[in-house]
C-alpha cells in the first residue's frame, strides 16, 4: 500500500460524457503528479501540482483539466470523452516539489473505459 | 530531455541475480538515475536511485558506470513476484518522471 488513494478503480462511460478522477496523496506529500498510461502510448505524464499550484505540464489535452485543492487532494477532469481516452490514469504524490530528486509513490489507477 | 535505452525484454530464473542494463550516454552532471518497476496490474513502484556511487537498498543495487553512462540495476535473488516492467528514468532539475518503454523481466520458476 504506497499510501496514495485513488477513486473510482473503474469507471465505464460514453463518448461525448464528462468524468472526474480523484486523488488523495499520502500524508504529508505537497506534489501530486498525474499519469496516462495506454496500450500504444505507455506511461505519458499529464501534469503536476505542488502545494496547490500547477509546476509542470506534460501531455495533457486541452479537454483534460486538473487542479489541486487546500487539503493536498487532486481531481482530473476528463471531458468530452473519446473512445482514445479510454486507459489507466495513475496518480502520484512526493514529499516535495522541484527539484524531483526524490521518490514519487503512485496509486493503484483508476480505469476509465470509453464506450 | 536526456534519454534511457533499455532491452525490450529479460529472462531470468528463480532464485538467480538478474542484471538489468541501462544506457544513457548524453547524461548530464546534474542527472539522477532512477529505476521504477511496475508489476502487473499495480502502479509503479519506486526502487532505487543513485547520483555517481553505486547504491544499495533492501529491494536492489544500483551499480554506476564510473563515466555515468551506464548503469545496471541488480536484483541479488530474482523471485516470481519480480516479474514486472522495470524503467530506467534519468531526472534533474524540475523536469517530471518521463517513464520510457522499460524493460519486461520475466521470471521462470
Known amino acids: 500500500d504506497s499510501g496514495v488513494t485513488q477513486t473510482p478503480k473503474h469507471l465505464i462511460t460514453a463518448t461525448g460524457q464528462r468524468v472526474t478522477l480523484r486523488c488523495s496523496p499520502r500524508?504529508?506529500?505537497?506534489?501530486v503528479y498525474w499519469y496516462q498510461q495506454s496500450l500504444d502510448q505507455g506511461l505519458q505524464f499529464l501534469i503536476q501540482?505542488?502545494?496547490?499550484?500547477?509546476?509542470a505540464k506534460g501531455n495533457i489535452l486541452e479537454r483534460f483539466s486538473a487542479q489541486q485543492f487546500p487539503d493536498l487532494h487532486s481531481e482530473l477532469n476528463l471531458s468530452s470523452l473519446e473512445l482514445g481516452d479510454s486507459a489507466l490514469y495513475f496518480c502520484?504524490?512526493?514529499?516535495?516539489?522541484?527539484?524531483?530528486?526524490?521518490?514519487?509513490?503512485f496509486g493503484e489507477g483508476s480505469r476509465l473505459t470509453v464506450l | 530531455d536526456a534519454k534511457t535505452t533499455q532491452p525490450n525484454s529479460m529472462e531470468s530464473n528463480e532464485e538467480e541475480p538478474v542484471h538489468l542494463p541501462c544506457n544513457h550516454s548524453?547524461?548530464?552532471?546534474?542527472?539522477?538515475i532512477h529505476w521504477y518497476r511496475q508489476l502487473p496490474s499495480q502502479g509503479p513502484e519506486y526502487v532505487i536511485h543513485?547520483?555517481?556511487s553505486n547504491v544499495n537498498n533492501r529491494m536492489a543495487s544500483l551499480a554506476i558506470a564510473e563515466d555515468r553512462k551506464s548503469s545496471t540495476l541488480i536484483l541479488h535473488r530474482a523471485t516470481l513476484r519480480d516479474a514486472a516492467v522495470y524503467y530506467c528514468?534519468?531526472?534533474?532539475?524540475?523536469?517530471?518522471?518521463?517513464f520510457g518503454k522499460g524493460t519486461r523481466l520475466s521470471v521462470i520458476a
Open positions: 502520484a504524490s512526493s514529499v516535495a516539489g522541484p527539484p524531483n530528486t526524490g521518490e514519487l509513490f
Open positions: 500524508s504529508g506529500d505537497l506534489s
Open positions: 548524453t547524461i548530464s552532471g546534474t542527472d539522477y
Open positions: 501540482y505542488y502545494n496547490g499550484e500547477e509546476r
Open positions: 543513485g547520483l555517481t
Open positions: 528514468i534519468l531526472i534533474s532539475g524540475n523536469t517530471p518522471l518521463v
